[in-house]
Structures are given as structure tokens and as C-alpha cells.
């Protein structure tokens, strides 16, 4: 399914997010995650420890809930990809350039608070063995 272009300059502008995962016996399982729309694709950055990772590693699917500072959002019922090999560091650096833009220092990204170097930037990304969610969305709808 292809994301209109009201949606695609809605998630543009929105990067604030709740990701529903599954739990084994259906429960939703549900946390606060940031999105952004890189190179047509949405990606949200997590670690393999997280309880939604084992949950996608089970079960792909995942409802994203989009949303901005007011009533507007944006729901995306999706199956995710998990995209964990060695680019997954490059694609983490390319997932927060476009969250964190625009940005008065283009050589700099802010993670847990401080700005870092791009190469600082990828340590830690490797040292946290950062993945991205990659979402196909099935269905979309909502108030944007």
C-alpha cells in the first residue's frame, strides 16, 4: 500500500509515535517510540533487548500511531522488517539526521542529551547494537 501524499508530508512533519506491538496471547503491547520517513521508507530505531523487538521477531505485525502537538494523526497498521546487520549503524545515522532536522550544525547529532560527532555518533550506535523497524504499511487512516 502506498501512503497518500497528505500522510507521507503529515509523517514529514510528525516524528512522535506509539509503536503496538503483539504479545504472545494478543495483548498489545504498547510504547512511545519516534518515526521519521527516510528515503520513502518509515523507520524507527530500537535494540534487540526490547520487549517490541522480541515481540516483531515473533510476530511482524505493529500498529504505529502518529502524532503532532494538537488533535492531528496519522494510524499505520504495517508488517515490519527488522534491518539489524552491519549497515545498521549507517542506517541509524541516516533514520536521526532526517528526525532531527533541521539543525544548525549538520556535523553533529544529539543522542541521550548531547551533541556527537558523526563518527561518535556511529560508536554508539554499534555499541548499542541499534537496529531500525522498517514499516510496510496495510492500512492507514486519520485526522491530519
Known amino acids: 500500500m502506498q501512503l497518500s ?11 512522535s509515535a506509539a509503536m503496538t506491538t503483539l504479545r504472545a ?7 512511545r517510540v519516534g518515526v ?15 520487549l517490541r523487538t522480541q515481540h516483531l521477531r515473533r510476530d511482524p505485525r505493529s500498529t504505529l500511531f502518529v502524532f503532532d502537538a494538537g488533535y492531528g494523526y496519522l494510524t499505520i497498521e504495517a508488517r515490519v522488517r527488522i534491518l539489524d546487520g552491519p549497515d545498521a ?4 545515522l541516516r533514520l ?3 528526525m532531527q532536522a533541521p ?3 549538520t556535523t553533529l547529532l544529539r543522542w541521550n542529551g548531547q551533541p556527537l560527532a558523526y563518527d561518535a555518533f ?5 555499541a548499542e547494537h541499534r537496529l531500525v523497524y522498517e514499516f510496510e504499511p ?3 487512516y486519520g485526522l491530519f
Request: glycine share 8%; hydrophobic share 35%; aromatic share 6%.
Open 5 to 15: 501524499d497528505t500522510e507521507r508530508t503529515f509523517l514529514e512533519k510528525n516524528h
Open 25 to 31: 496471547d494478543g495483548t498489545p503491547h504498547v510504547v
Open 36 to 50: 521519521a520517513l527516510v528515503d520513502g521508507k518509515i523507520w524507527s530505531s530500537g535494540v534487540p533487548g526490547r
Open 89 to 92: 549503524p549507517a542506517l541509524n
Open 96 to 98: 536521526f539526521e532526517v
Open 103 to 105: 539543525r544548525e550544525d
Open 122 to 126: 556511529l560508536a554508539a550506535m554499534e
Open 138 to 140: 496495510l492500512r492507514s
